[in-house]
């Protein structure tokens, strides 16, 4: 009998975990505010090139040439990751990418600077504490794609 309720626990534990993350929400601080990217939480499921502590830093991506070149490559590279671009706005990107078994959603973004030659990028789960270097990943295999990527 114990076990079945055990199972039956798991089960209603793993339904409500893919409901919860299936159906989340953008959060609201999306976007460029006062010129930059939302900084990212104090947990360790964001990372971001405009963060200043070692544990959200990533480097941002060098680019050279027009907002409308580097996006369309940018949104390429995203989309060849399986990433489902939301909002392209003149240099501003918004993307969400989903993990495979549970579907939880992970916010990307990023902001083209034509004049210092850098994109911003900031990657974050919506939902959770740890993801267990996800972003952190995602961001650095976008940015090797970016760098082979010509149109």
């Known amino acids: 009998m ?15 975990l893919f409901t919860t993350a299936h159906f989340s929400s953008p959060p609201k601080n999306l ?4 010129g930059n990217l939302s900084s990212c939480p104090d947990s360790p499921n964001c990372v971001s090139s405009q963060a200043s502590d070692e544990k959200h830093m990533v480097q941002p991506f060098k680019a050279d ?6 996006m369309a490559n940018l949104k390429a590279c995203i989309k060849k990751m399986g990433g489902n671009l939301i909002t392209v706005n ?3 990107l918004h993307a969400e990418f989903r993990s495979k078994w549970f579907r939880f959603v992970d916010d990307l973004e990023c902001v083209y600077d034509e004049a210092e030659g850098r994109i911003d990028i900031r990657s974050a789960a ?7 270097g996800v972003n952190r990943k995602r961001v650095e ?11």
């Open 126 to 132: 919506r939902l959770g504490y740890s993801d267990f």
């Open 90 to 92: 003149g240099p501003y």
């Open 65 to 70: 040439g027009p907002t409308v070149q580097i």
């Open 141 to 151: 295999k976008l940015r090797r794609l970016f760098a082979e990527y010509k149109i």
């Open 2 to 16: 114990i076990y079945k309720l055990i199972f039956l626990l798991i089960i209603v534990s793993i339904a409500g």
């Open 31 to 34: 976007g460029i505010n006062g």
